[in-house]
């Protein structure tokens, strides 16, 4: 059975930085794609960046302050978090893909306040 468990969420002023981590346990093999998504109340879950064999893609709110950064062999996929805006705030979760399958950490908040 896989697990992916993310860590380092939490409560960050406005211009602060937090680092986010997530590992895969159990028999994952090949992961290809690594990412971290978010979701903010009310809203849809939304790409924030991903990795795949050190080609990394943000999205444009997060351009230029959070940074994304993986092993595959390790399994480990990390975001570095700097800057950060209240509009941040959100549970972020982590994706790691393997042969079209999608696994997913079961989230962690992240607050930011003004």
């Known amino acids: 059975q896989v697990q992916l468990v993310e860590s380092g969420g939490g409560l960050a002023q406005a211009g602060g930085s937090l680092k986010l981590s997530c590992k895969a346990s159990?028999?994952?093999?090949?992961?290809?794609?690594m990412g971290w998504y978010r979701q903010a109340p009310g809203k849809q879950r939304e790409l924030v960046a991903r990795?795949?064999?050190?080609?990394?893609n943000y999205a444009d709110s997060v351009k230029g302050r959070f940074t994304i950064s993986g092993d595959h062999a390790k399994r480990t996929v990390d975001l570095q978090m700097n800057s950060l805006k209240p509009e941040d705030t959100a549970v972020y979760y982590c994706l790691q893909r393997s042969s079209d399958v999608d696994y997913w950490g079961q989230g962690t908040q992240v607050t930011v306040s003004s």
């Open positions: 990795i795949s064999y050190g080609d990394s």
């Open positions: 159990g028999s994952i093999r090949g992961v290809d794609t």
